[in-house]
């Protein structure tokens, strides 16, 4: 058959190792089936050792063997570590957190966004390593920088993201009339004279303005953007080579879609077992259960995030080999774990899975991350499931994508919005999207998460949009009046663009008398019932007007109402709640589910379904048996 555009790689650090065994490593990864090597992304202070002084010598030797062994080189950009020296330069160049704190030092990712020295000195050194490598036959791609946001580094509390907030807020709203005005400064006599008195929101007596907070999560996310798309642009003047950047698990806080737009594809690392620990929504049991082999959903929802980020060219840059040292807890993946994440990303469209790392590094911060080489150069369980993964891949028949049946809409505004006003503890936005990713994946769909444009939406037969705190009304049209079963709410036009409760109230959906007259948090240990099963938790409107009822609480209340093809839910429902509403929703829209076992998940290709066994044990699925920890490939259904 003819082999389909997937391939292998694996991030390498030529400078962590004697030259002496570069060529033995390049000769191995190239046996064990990989394409690609990424190098680069960490190493200023060798590049430049000292200002001005640049030492390209090893790094020319290090991509030449590389590229002699067949290898094809993605080359990152260094500034995620600037060298000891930039601080001496620019001390004044680190991020501040929260309480005014330099982070310090001694890791990486301490530099500011807004700094504009430090932004000339990464103009400086990605144009150098351009200028050297944009026509190089070895390098095939590019990565800027290394997860933007990551160990909390989007936002920065230093005196130069105020002095560029105060002219982000000066081109957003022209005088400061506008701004008090929008902002609703007469509450608390907070009104400005100018732009030049705004602070930023941290180090409040109580809480700053919403309005404030919001436009400073804007601000950063723009920071974000314009530093990315600076080095993008200076990279495609040189070279022909597609452009990455490696995003990360559930980092939110700047738009990958606006950084997602300035490259060519969107790259992520997935760690499913540091996931599982650090920040995937579970309970303890569910913690155990999956402990060596990752949540069954979260990778997945990344992988599609992340096409709609890439705009269908996606990677996965880093993925996880063997345990990791980060998390809380590091255990070793179950047997078969490594090649079914490697498989789960083709099926959902990756063009390439590179694993991080190729040797395990036996000094510094990570000397307890594994590799697929042990530190004695041995290998480690993970490289034979990778070579496993590249054995296959030889016979594989290509992955046509295909469209899903029902698109989920990812809003990073709206994740902003719920964070500064989440009204109870653990409502967050990433929270319910998830959920209902969850209840789609249980009922056997596979999904498309699409950004909140009104042309991101056509052509799908169901639309689920929880939690949209601002609602542009070109969107409500497209979502009310077209032809898709749409799910909307909680939350949905809760606010203004400024951030203030909308006049109508909301949910203010064309054609449609429906209002949330009152909101309300709920302890998570005081849920309430519905009429047939499932709960309200955390999170409860009351709504007022016309419409059938969905769903009805055990009071006599109304959850769910529908209009036409329209469902508003008027809470955060559980597990079970969400699964009546995907199933109702599914049934209307005509689309066909699955009753998959616990733990088994299903993608659906343009060829192929594959299933995913992430339970420890076989499991009876309506394919039949799957392996534990296994992966079953049959032709489309
Ligand atoms: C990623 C990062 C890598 C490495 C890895 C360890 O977040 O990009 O450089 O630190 O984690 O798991």
């Not at 080359?75 to 930039?86: C, D, E, I, S, V």
């Not at 007596?205 to 200076?234: C, G, K, W, Y």
């Not at 056509?458 to 939690?467: D, S």
């Amino acid at each position: 058959m003819t082999p389909g555009p997937r391939s292998l790689g694996v991030c390498y650090y030529p400078e962590h190792w004697d030259p002496a065994i570069w060529a033995v490593d390049a000769r191995r990864m190239a046996e064990a089936g990989l394409t690609w090597v990424r190098v680069g992304e960490f190493a200023w202070s060798r590049i430049e050792p000292e200002p001005g002084r640049l030492d390209w010598d090893w790094l020319d030797a290090a991509i030449d063997t590389l590229g002699a062994a067949g290898l094809k080189v993605v080359l990152g950009t260094p500034t995620a570590t600037p060298p000891r020296w930039m601080l001496t330069r620019h001390p004044d160049m680190l991020a501040l957190d929260a309480e005014g704190r330099p982070r310090g030092f001694g890791s990486r990712r301490h530099y500011c966004f807004s700094h504009a020295s430090y932004h000339e000195e990464c103009r400086r050194i990605v144009t150098l390593v351009a200028d050297r490598y944009g026509r190089n036959p070895h390098v095939a791609a590019w990565q800027t920088d290394n997860e933007y946001g990551c160990h909390a580094t989007t936002l920065s509390w230093s005196p130069a993201a105020l002095a560029a907030f105060r002219r982000w807020l000066a081109a957003r709203y022209g005088s400061i009339a506008a701004l008090n005005a929008a902002w609703g400064n007469v509450f608390w006599s907070m009104d400005y004279g100018s732009f030049d008195e705004i602070g930023l929101p941290n180090l409040t007596v109580t809480e700053p303005n919403p309005a404030h907070a919001l436009a400073f999560r804007r601000f950063s996310s723009d920071q974000v953007v314009r530093f990315n798309r600076m080095q993008a642009e200076i990279i495609r003047a040189r070279s022909d080579a597609p452009i990455s950047h490696n995003y990360m698990g559930r980092i939110t806080d700047f738009d990958h879609y606006a950084v997602g737009a300035d490259l060519d594809i969107a790259t992520w690392d997935s760690y499913p077992l540091g996931f599982l620990e650090d920040r995937v929504p579970a309970t303890p049991e569910h913690q155990r259960r999956f402990a060596q082999q990752g949540d069954p959903d979260f990778q997945a929802f990344h992988h599609d995030l992340y096409r709609a980020v890439g705009r269908g060219r996606w990677w996965v840059m880093e993925q996880q080999p063997g345990p990791v040292n980060w998390a809380p807890f590091n255990p070793a993946p179950l047997p078969g774990m490594v090649r079914l994440w490697t498989w789960e990303a083709f099926a959902h469209g990756a063009e390439a899975v590179c694993y991080f790392r190729w040797r395990q590094a036996p000094f510094a911060q990570e000397q307890m991350h594994a590799g697929l080489l042990r530190p004695d150069n041995a290998g480690a369980p993970g490289l034979d499931e990778a070579r496993q993964v590249a054995r296959e891949l030889a016979d594989a028949p290509a992955v046509a994508p295909a469209r899903a049946p029902v698109a989920l809409v990812f809003d990073y505004d709206a994740d902003w919005a719920w964070s500064v006003q989440p009204h109870g503890r653990g409502l967050d936005y990433f929270g319910i999207v998830f959920a209902h990713y969850r209840a789609l994946r249980r009922a056997g769909l596979s999904v498309d998460i699409v950004p909140p444009r009104a042309d991101a939406l056509a052509g799908y037969p169901l639309i689920l949009a929880p939690g949209l705190m601002h609602l542009p009304p070109a969107l409500a049209a497209r979502l009310c009046d077209g032809e898709a079963e749409v799910l909307l709410g909680p939350r949905t036009g809760a606010r203004t663009g400024d951030f203030a409760i909308p006049v109508p109230l909301p949910p203010a959906l064309p054609g449609w008398d429906l209002v949330v007259s009152r909101v309300e948090s709920l302890r998570p240990d005081m849920p309430r019932a519905l009429v047939g099963g499932g709960q309200v938790t955390g999170y409860a409107e009351t709504l007022e007007g016309s419409g059938e009822r969905v769903l009805t609480g055990e009071d006599g209340s109304a959850v769910a109402l529908r209009r036409g093809r329209v469902t508003y839910m008027g809470a955060w429902g559980d597990a079970a709640a969400l699964d009546r509403l995907v199933a109702d929703l599914c049934a209307r829209a005509r689309l066909a589910t699955l009753a998959l076992p616990d733990g088994v998940r299903v993608r659906d290709t343009g060829a192929e379904r594959f299933w995913f066994n992430h339970n420890p044990q076989v499991t009876e699925t309506p394919a039949g048996p799957i392996p534990g920890a296994g992966v079953l490939r049959q032709p489309s259904v």
